[in-house]
């Protein structure tokens, strides 16, 4: 069981607007930052958004994210094909003299 | 432009020691605004930190790990690397190495490509 809640599946068609939740507490979420990484099939993961809503250069803006609370939020808009993909989020968690955490990954299906 | 390789054995007896090393090119290992890290991957689970080492020498570990685990550098080498003691099935995984943000906890920003490690006799 991961520390971050995330849905195991999300799916859309080309061009629609998904979604992907990540669910955390006081102590992970709640007081740091949240990251989200996409890993393409047989590749290794690749930062996609720091800083709960910043996109490194070469993201295009099709993809943000927001956090409210002990929950973050991964938006994909004007989807494509080539987004299919496992999506991860993480935060550092201040228990335990500290540790990062992920979320279980989301597999995000272009129909 | 920074680059990170991991190198070790791909197979692994258990209750043996998996040992890798991430060899950095391309930037300096000796900054104040990164950390080191290592992450895996076991076959159908997601992604797992393992822990993180600072240049000099300090480090962060996976609390369910941490019994098992040492992450060392080696700045004149500008390397690090990872001990993992008694391994069984369960540390069979993908390995990757990254470089961490210092600013923030969970941000790996480079990766290595990854590298196989299976637990088998």
């Known amino acids: 069981q991961s520390v971050l809640t995330q849905p195991p599946s999300a799916s859309g068609t080309p061009g629609q607007r998904v979604t992907i939740s990540c669910s955390g507490s006081s102590s992970n979420i709640g007081s740091n930052t949240v990251n989200w990484y996409q890993q393409l099939p047989g590749t290794a993961p690749k930062l996609l958004i720091y800083s709960n809503n910043q996109r490194p250069s070469g993201v295009p803006d099709r993809f943000s994210g927001s956090k409210s609370g002990s929950s973050a939020s991964l938006a994909i808009s004007g989807l494509q094909s080539e987004d299919e993909a496992d999506y991860y989020c993480a935060a550092w968690d201040d228990s335990l003299n500290g540790h990062v955490v992920f979320g279980g990954g989301t597999k995000l299906t272009v129909l | 432009q920074l680059q990170l390789q991991e190198s070790g054995p791909g197979l692994v007896k258990p209750s043996e020691t998996l040992s890798l090393t991430c060899a950095v090119s391309?930037?300096?290992?000796?900054?104040?605004?990164?950390?080191w890290g290592w992450i895996r991957k076991p076959p159908g689970k997601g992604l797992e930190w393992i822990g993180t080492?600072?240049?000099?020498?300090?480090?962060y570990y996976n609390p369910s790990l941490k019994s098992r685990l040492t992450v060392s550098v080696d700045t004149s080498k500008n390397q690090f690397s990872l001990n993992l003691n008694s391994v069984t099935a369960a540390d069979t995984a993908v390995y990757y190495c990254?470089?961490?943000?210092?600013?923030?906890?969970?941000?790996?920003?480079?990766w290595g490509q990854g590298t196989q490690v299976t637990v088998s006799s």
């Open positions: 990254a470089r961490r943000v210092a600013r923030s906890g969970s941000q790996f920003d480079h």
């Open positions: 391309g930037g300096s290992i000796i900054s104040s605004s990164y950390y």
């Open positions: 080492i600072y240049y000099s020498g300090s480090t």
